[in-house]
């Protein structure tokens, strides 16, 4: 079975990292943290996942000419992933994210984009040609929104399927959002884009259904452990998570985006789409780091088949690699 094309348009990032006892309150310092870096930003983080599940990805976006952005752009090729769209940015410095970790596996982010800033229309325009020979072409929040604009524009002229991981979350247009084939927002991300408190899958269920009230064709709302809510045109289902001892959170919701495009492309149904990621994240959670914890196919798929899934979510005529 060939690879099925996948390309991702977004960020990338150097993670610094800091392990702490738990999150520093306002005004707090906390010592005897441990320190370490790893590659990061959610686009980088969804090809490298989508590409260890099976695609063959193309990476568009921006790095700077810098160390990080050599380092970023050598850890692309080492993933298989096609680089001829990733940009040296003159002006702009490769985009850093500063991460605490708690104990829990929690953590709290900010990111100084730089380079990501920078990704233009003109840019997703010069990636034409492998936007729309795409199978899915799949998007983030963390580069302009007319760059956005521009790739749901090419994608959607050539029938290709769009999904958007609406993160970190901000006030969307519906006229943009109903555009995509797919959302995937979390908890946070599904309350600011519908107003509706979440609280469980009772909330999820009501912020999915006005969604689709507001034109979104299908709507997958991540629920961490608990899984992932879907709402189409069938209705509502929630597909189960996978109880696993987290260690670090970072990169799981990248890691499912990455693997559920990897999966809609190769034509599984979006329910056996979503296990396949549900499964790949909570894989995720149990390795340090976002794009270090990417599950490759093998380990997903013995995953799945280790904890007995039902044949109606296991992965049919997958590629093992």
Not at 117 to 133: H, N, T, Y
Not at 139 to 165: H, K, W
Request: proline share 4%.
């Amino acid at each position: 079975m060939a690879k099925a094309n996948i390309v991702v348009v977004g960020s990338s990032n150097t993670d610094m990292i800091i392990k702490l006892k738990c999150i520093p309150r306002s005004g707090e310092t906390l010592l005897g943290g441990e320190y370490l870096t790893a590659a990061g930003g959610k686009g980088a983080n969804q090809a490298v996942a989508a590409a260890r599940a099976g695609g063959k990805v193309s990476f568009v976006a921006r790095v700077g000419r810098d160390a990080s952005g050599d380092q970023a752009i050598a850890s692309f090729i080492k993933n298989g992933i096609d680089v001829r769209h990733v940009l040296r940015d003159p002006r702009a410095a490769s985009g850093t994210a500063l991460i605490f970790v708690a104990s829990n596996g929690e953590n709290c982010i900010a990111v100084a984009p730089g380079a990501n800033s920078r990704l233009s229309p003109r840019d997703i325009r010069r990636a034409r040609a492998f936007i729309v020979r795409a199978k899915t072409v799949l998007m983030q929040l963390e580069t302009p929104l007319d760059t956005v604009r521009e790739t749901m524009s090419l994608a959607a002229s050539s029938g290709v399927t769009t999904i958007l991981n609406p993160a970190p979350a901000r006030l969307l247009p519906n006229t943009l959002l109903r555009q995509f084939s797919i959302i995937t927002p979390n908890e946070t991300e599904a309350e600011q884009l519908t107003g509706i408190k979440i609280s469980g899958v009772t909330g999820a269920k009501k912020a999915a259904t006005e969604l689709r009230r507001q034109g979104v064709r299908r709507v997958v709302v991540t629920l961490g452990p608990r899984g992932a809510l879907i709402a189409d045109e069938c209705g509502t289902q929630l597909v189960p998570g996978f109880k696993v001892k987290v260690v670090d959170t970072t990169g799981a919701g990248d890691v499912f985006n990455g693997t559920l495009a990897v999966a809609l492309a190769e034509g599984y149904s979006l329910r056996r789409a979503v296990n396949f990621a549900n499964a790949a994240a909570a894989i995720s959670v149990t390795v340090w780091g976002a794009q270090p914890s990417a599950p490759t196919r093998r380990t997903i798929e013995r995953f799945i088949e280790a904890r007995n899934v039902t044949d109606e979510l296991r992965p049919r005529g997958a590629v093992s690699l």
